[in-house]
């Protein structure tokens, strides 16, 4: 069965330095991955996505990922920190051949909170 | 603009009543999904439909209900047998897996 680890619950930056959130998965097929952004009482963004084409994945607000099959890990970057980054993320996985996605598995968020 | 839209924003229950959450997308996706969120939870899947008149449970359907008479309209009812009701609720769609979710913006419900 496929499963999602986001290995840290809350992650603190300072404005302008990097962001690193990480997030591993078990996958039992070619997964498909994704990062989604929630900001407080809204719902999710889309950020980025894996699905078996270029292992490093440019997505939105200067975001990238970068799927390592070998360490089954699909870590969230980015250069530099905005206070309007401050959000939850989550990864998500689906691995299992379906035409609608019933099968994602959500990992259970990173708090990103941005310091001035 | 394509999109989802969830209403209302804000809903309270009163002990032992059902109350129902609206989901409307105008962009065309076959597939519609309700997740239920609670603080360090993250997602759980209660229903989702794949196509018009056929909808399947999903990981936590008990005390819920949903209809899909319309490609456009998902909408959850929570019934009084949902004992812990209070939660935010988000609807999604999808067109495929490899393209991913198009969540609302969401409902948060609170049982007074």
């Known amino acids: 069965a496929q499963s999602v680890t986001q290995l840290d619950s809350h992650v603190s930056v300072s404005e302008g330095t990097p962001v690193l959130l990480r997030c591993n998965y078990s996958s039992s097929y070619s997964p498909s991955l994704f990062w989604y952004v929630q900001h407080p009482n809204k719902g999710l963004q889309l950020l980025l996505k894996?699905?078996?084409?270029?292992?490093l994945v440019k997505g939105i607000n200067g975001f990238e990922a970068e799927f390592k099959k070998s360490e089954t890990s699909f870590h969230l970057t980015k250069p530099s920190a905005h206070m309007s980054d401050a959000a939850e993320y989550f990864c998500?996985?689906?691995?299992?051949?379906?035409?609608?996605?019933?099968?994602?598995?959500f990992g259970p968020g990173t708090r990103l909170s941005v310091l001035p | 603009d394509g999109g989802i839209t969830q209403s209302p924003k804000y809903l309270f229950r009163k002990e032992g009543q059902n109350v129902t959450l609206s989901c409307e997308q105008n962009l065309n996706h076959d597939a519609m999904y309700w997740y239920r969120q609670d603080p360090g939870q993250g997602l759980r899947l209660i229903y989702y439909s794949q196509i018009v008149n056929d909808f399947q449970k999903g990981d936590i359907a008990e005390g819920y209900s949903v209809s899909r008479e319309k490609k456009e309209s998902f909408p959850l009812t929570v019934t009084s047998a949902q004992k812990n009701p209070t939660a935010f609720y988000l609807c999604?769609?999808?067109?495929?897996?490899?393209?991913?979710?198009?969540f609302g913006s969401g409902t948060r419900l609170t049982v007074v």
């Open positions: 998500v996985v689906s691995d299992l051949p379906d035409n609608y996605g019933q099968n994602f598995v």
């Open positions: 894996y699905t078996s084409a270029a292992t």
């Open positions: 999604a769609s999808s067109t495929g897996q490899t393209y991913g979710y198009t």
